[in-house]
C-alpha cells in the first residue's frame, strides 16, 4: 500500500495549463529551474541530449521550458495510461492538484472518474479575501476536495502571512488538512526562503487544530524542520522533488530526517513522489524509498500508514 501525497498529473490538459502559465510571466526568474531539472525534463519528453543542448544555446531559460513543456504535451499519457502507471508503482492513492498546474476543474473530474485512487487538493488564491473562503467551501463541499495546497513560492507570501489566516481558519472548520510549501525555491527573482521552516511555526501555535504536511522536507533547513515537528504534534513532513537514493548520502543535509524519521518522528513522514519533476519513473522513486537503510515497519509508515491516518481511509489502517 503506498500513498503519494505529490503525485504529478501527466495528461495533456495539466500540460496545456502549464504553457498558460508561462505566457503569464514576464520574467525569467522561474525560467532557471530549466538550470536544475531541464536535462531530465527533456529526456522524459523525448528530446535528445543534442536537442535539449541546441535549444538551450538558442533560447532563453523561459523559453526553453516553453519546449520542452510543448514536446512533452505531444506525447501526454492518457487518464488510463495513468492509472496503469500508479498500478505498476504500486501506488494505491494518490494526491492530486498538489504539483504542477493542474486546474481545480481536470483534478475534481479525474477524482470523480476514479474516487478510489485519487484524493484531490486545491489551491486558493490568498489574497482573493472573502471570494478565497467561498472558493475552497464550494471547492471542498461541491466538488470534493480533501486538501489545501499553500504555495508560498507562487504566491510570494511567508507562510505565516496574514492573508493565509482566514483560509487556515476555514481549514479547521472544515476538518482539511494543510500541505505547505517547505524548501528553498530556484527561482532568482523570488526570496529563497520564501518556503523555510521557520515561518511555520507560528501558523502551528495559532492553529494547534490544523494538520499541516511541510511538503518537500525543508532543505536546506532540514534541521529547523525536524526542530518543528518536534515540537507540533499535527506537523507532518514529505520530501517530494528529492531523489530519494541521495537521502542517505553523507553531506545530503537529510541526515537529521533520516534518524529522527527512522525513530521519534517515523508516525509522521509521508511519501511524495514528485515524479514529473524529478524527471524519473515513478515506480523507481518509490522502489528509491524502499532501497533507504530505514526499519521495514517505518518504511510501511512513511509509504502509505501515516498518510492513511490522514485521510481517515479505515482500509488502509492497521
Known amino acids: 500500500m503506498i500513498i503519494d501525497m505529490e503525485c504529478d498529473i501527466p495528461t495533456k490538459e495539466v500540460y496545456e495549463e502549464e504553457l498558460r502559465s508561462f505566457e503569464a510571466m514576464d520574467n525569467e526568474g522561474m525560467g532557471n529551474y530549466v538550470h536544475i531539472f531541464g536535462e531530465k525534463w527533456a529526456a522524459d519528453a523525448g528530446m535528445s541530449l543534442e536537442e535539449f543542448e541546441a535549444a538551450k544555446k538558442e533560447l532563453s531559460p523561459l523559453a526553453l521550458r516553453k ?3 510543448a514536446t512533452a504535451m505531444k506525447s501526454a499519457m492518457t487518464e488510463a495510461d495513468f492509472i496503469h502507471m500508479l498500478e505498476d508503482a504500486k501506488v494505491t492513492r ?6 504542477r498546474h493542474a486546474s481545480m476543474e481536470h483534478t475534481a473530474e479525474l477524482a470523480k472518474k476514479y474516487p ?7 489551491r486558493i488564491n490568498p489574497r482573493a479575501g472573502v471570494a478565497g473562503l ?6 471542498v463541499c461541491e466538488l470534493g476536495m480533501k486538501g489545501l495546497e499553500v504555495s508560498t513560492f507562487r504566491d510570494e507570501l511567508y507562510a505565516n502571512d496574514k492573508q493565509y489566516y ?5 481549514a479547521v472548520e472544515l476538518n482539511l488538512p494543510v500541505r505547505i510549501y517547505c524548501t528553498m525555491n530556484y527561482a532568482t527573482d523570488k ?6 521552516p521557520i515561518y511555520i511555526d507560528e501558523v502551528a501555535r495559532s492553529f494547534p487544530q490544523l494538520t499541516i504536511i511541510a511538503g518537500l522536507g525543508g532543505w536546506p533547513w532540514v534541521p529547523e524542520l525536524v526542530g518543528l515537528a518536534r515540537r507540533h504534534p499535527n506537523l507532518y513532513i514529505d520530501f517530494a522533488a528529492h531523489r530519494p537514493k541521495y537521502l542517505a548520502k553523507p553531506g545530503s543535509g537529510f541526515e537529521m530526517l533520516l534518524q529522527f524519521g527512522n525513530t521519534l518522528l517515523q508516525d ?6 514528485s515524479w514529473i519533476t524529478l524527471g524519473l519513473p515513478l515506480k523507481q522513486v518509490a522502489e528509491e524509498v524502499m532501497d533507504l537503510p530505514i526499519k521495514e515497519s517505518v518504511k510501511k509508515k512513511w509509504m502509505g500508514e501515516n498518510a492513511a491516518r490522514i485521510f481517515k481511509i479505515p482500509e488502509y489502517l492497521t
Not at 478510489?116 to 486545491?122: A, D, V, Y
Not at 467561498?134 to 471547492?139: F, I, M, S, T
Not at 482566514?166 to 476555514?170: G, I, M, S, V
Request: charged share 20%; net charge positive.
Open 67 to 69: 519546449r520542452i513543456t
Open 94 to 99: 494518490a494526491c492530486i492538484g498538489t504539483g
Open 116 to 122: 478510489q485512487k485519487f484524493i484531490p487538493w486545491c
Open 134 to 139: 467561498r472558493q475552497l467551501e464550494h471547492a
Open 166 to 170: 482566514p483560509l487556515y481558519a476555514k
Open 191 to 196: 526570496a529563497m526562503d520564501l518556503g523555510r
Open 268 to 273: 509522521r513522514i509521508l511519501f511524495a513522489s
